[in-house]
C-alpha cells in the first residue's frame, strides 16, 4: 500500500486514540434515518466505511441491517476499531488505493474523515468499488461555533493547525461535482455531546489530530487553556455534566 496518510493524520491520530475515544460524540438518530432513507442501506446491502477511525460510525452502520466493511489507515485506530466492534470486517487502506472489486459495494460512507483525501483521485477510486446506482455518503459531527465558548476554543487550537485538511476550510467541496456522480445533497440535524467536561471538551480538544500531534508541554499548555476557558465560563464552571453543543451535516451523492 503506497501511504499517501497526511504526516499530522498519521503521528495525531496514532497518539491520540483514547481521547479521540473518550471525546468526540457518537452520532443523532437523525443520522441513522439517513442512512435509511437517502443513502438506502437495508439488510443485505454492502456498505463500506472509508476512515472508520475507532469505530463510532461502524455502530450506526451495522443497525441498518447491511453488511458492513471497514477501512482505516492509521494502525493504532484500526486496532482499537477491532477491539471494541470484534464481529466487524476491518482492515488497514487507503480511499486511493481499496483492495476490493469494482463494484462491490451498494454505498461507500466517510465519517469524519473525507476532508482528509478529497481528491478526483479517492473519488474515482471509490467510484470504482460503487455498484451503478450506489451512493457516497459524507457524514461529519461540526462543533456549533455559534455559541461564543465553543468558537473560543476554535481560537485556542487555531494556531496549531498548521496545513493539516479541516473540514470547516471547505477545501473539500472543490472536488464536487465529481466525474461518474450526480448532484450533491445535503441536510443537517442539531446535535450534542453531554458528558463530564474533562470528556466532553477536554478529551474532544485533545483528539484532534494537531493538537495530539504536538510534543507534550505544547500538548500540555493547549489543554491548560481549555480547562482555564472552561473555569472562565459560567455554564460550564463547576459542573459535573455539560453540554457541547454540534451541527451534524450529511452530504451524498449518487453513481449515475
Not at 32 to 43: A, E, G, H, I, S
Not at 69 to 78: G, S
Not at 209 to 215: G, K, R, T, Y
Request: charged share 20%; proline share 7%; glycine share 10%.
Amino acid at each position: 500500500m503506497v501511504d499517501t496518510l497526511h504526516p499530522t493524520a498519521t503521528q495525531g491520530f496514532g497518539r491520540g486514540v483514547d481521547a479521540y475515544s473518550r471525546g468526540r460524540p457518537d452520532f443523532p438518530p437523525h443520522a441513522l434515518d439517513w442512512l435509511l432513507t437517502d443513502v438506502k442501506l437495508r439488510t443485505g446491502a454492502a456498505a463500506l466505511e472509508i476512515g472508520a477511525g475507532t469505530g463510532k460510525f461502524t455502530r450506526l452502520l451495522t443497525g441498518t441491517g447491511a453488511s458492513v466493511v471497514a477501512v482505516e489507515p492509521v494502525a493504532a485506530m484500526l486496532a482499537r476499531l477491532v477491539s471494541d466492534l470484534p464481529g466487524t470486517t476491518a482492515l488497514r487502506g487507503q480511499a486511493q488505493n481499496l483492495p476490493f472489486a469494482s463494484g462491490a459495494f451498494d454505498a461507500a460512507l466517510c465519517a469524519q474523515s473525507f476532508h482528509w483525501f478529497a481528491s478526483p483521485a479517492a473519488l474515482a477510486e471509490i467510484h470504482r468499488v460503487l455498484r451503478p446506482g450506489g451512493v457516497l455518503g459524507l457524514i461529519w459531527n461540526v462543533r456549533d461555533q455559534s455559541i461564543d465558548w465553543v468558537a473560543k476554543l476554535t481560537e485556542i487550537m487555531a494556531p496549531f493547525e498548521g496545513d493539516a485538511p479541516r473540514y470547516d476550510h471547505g477545501e473539500w467541496r472543490g472536488v464536487f461535482p465529481a466525474r461518474g456522480f450526480g448532484p450533491l445533497h445535503e441536510r443537517s440535524f442539531a446535535h450534542s455531546h453531554v458528558g463530564p467536561p474533562e470528556q466532553v471538551i477536554v478529551d474532544r480538544v485533545a483528539s484532534v489530530s494537531f493538537i495530539a500531534a504536538l510534543d507534550a508541554p505544547a500538548r500540555r499548555g493547549v489543554l491548560d487553556q481549555v480547562r482555564a476557558l472552561i473555569a472562565a465560563t459560567p455554564a460550564l464552571a463547576g459542573r459535573n455534566t455539560v453540554e457541547l453543543p454540534y451541527v451534524t451535516r450529511v452530504y451524498w451523492c449518487r453513481v449515475e
